[in-house]
Nanobody, 128 residues
Framework: QAPLVESGGGSVQAGGSLTLFCETP?????????LGWFRQVPGKDREGVAS???????NYADSVKGRATISKDKTKKILSLIIENVNAEDTGIYYC?????????????????????WGQGVQVTVSS
């Protein structure tokens, strides 16, 4: 089983909002220094979307800045991503990721190389 499990994907109308969730049964993954969301479209490189450090620092890709919110529910142990006013460019497979050792700076870089734990991904399709 993948260390992280995403849910909430599917079809979203352009202009609407999407909400994704990420859970893990493994405490050491949940307590990671850095949690993040990535997405990938066939034929393109994986793109970092948002990250959340253990100290609460959040960073977003320019493509979603002002439209996205990453948050963590410590009680339910769920990581969430909300993107509002979605468009066709938000279509892709979204992955949840975590790393136990990343510094705040590394976490903010939104580089896939930083993250050691990954989910299997969930498809999001924005339709017009």
């Amino acid at each position: 089983q993948a260390p992280l499990v995403e849910s909430g994907g599917g079809s979203v109308q352009a202009g609407g909002s999407l909400t994704l969730f990420c859970e893990t049964p493994r405490t050491y993954v949940w307590e990671s220094e850095c949690l993040g969301w990535f997405r990938q479209v066939p034929g393109k490189d994986r793109e970092g979307v948002a990250s959340l450090s253990d100290t609460g620092f959040k960073n977003y890709a320019d493509s979603v800045k002002g439209r996205a919110t990453i948050s963590k529910d410590k009680t339910k142990k769920i990581l969430s991503l909300i993107i509002e006013n979605v468009n066709a460019e938000d279509t892709g497979i979204y992955y949840c990721a975590a790393d136990r050792w990343a510094s705040n700076n590394d976490c903010a870089q939104l580089s896939g190389a930083t993250f050691h734990y990954w989910g299997q991904g969930v498809q999001v399709t924005v339709s017009s």
